[in-house]
């Protein structure tokens, strides 16, 4: 069982730049794949970004070049550094952790870009 907890939403300007964080908890973090997805209303949950154990990332191809993920497997955490921020970016932001047959969610942490 993993628990996952969510930080570092909330309200920026566009072009601006904000860092979620996602801690987890309850059983071995450096074997899972950690992600971050994100759901607009109205919208499907997509994949934002993603970080193997060994850390290989992959992004979606909406917010290459502006999000970085990464991961401290010391501190049990993932993070998504977003920059260049756009409206459209406006989601709630979901944290997940995979490995095999195992999938688990936090609960969201929502981001705003708006003048």
């Known amino acids: 069982q993993v628990q996952l907890e969510e930080s570092g939403g909330g309200l920026v300007q566009p072009g601006g730049s904000l860092r979620l964080s996602c801690a987890a908890s309850?059983?071995?973090?450096?074997?899972?794949?950690m992600g971050w997805y994100r759901q607009a209303p109205g919208k499907q949950r997509e994949l934002v970004a993603s970080?193997?154990?060994?850390?290989?990332?992959n992004y979606a191809d909406s917010v290459k070049g502006r999000f970085t993920i990464s991961r401290d497997n010391a501190k049990n955490t993932v993070y998504l550094q977003m920059s260049s921020l756009k409206p459209d970016d406006t989601a709630v932001y979901y944290c997940n952790a995979n490995y095999m047959h195992l999938n688990y969610w936090g609960q969201g942490t929502q981001v705003t870009v708006s003048a």
């Open positions: 970080i193997t154990s060994g850390g290989s990332t």
């Open positions: 309850g059983s071995i973090f450096s074997i899972y794949v």
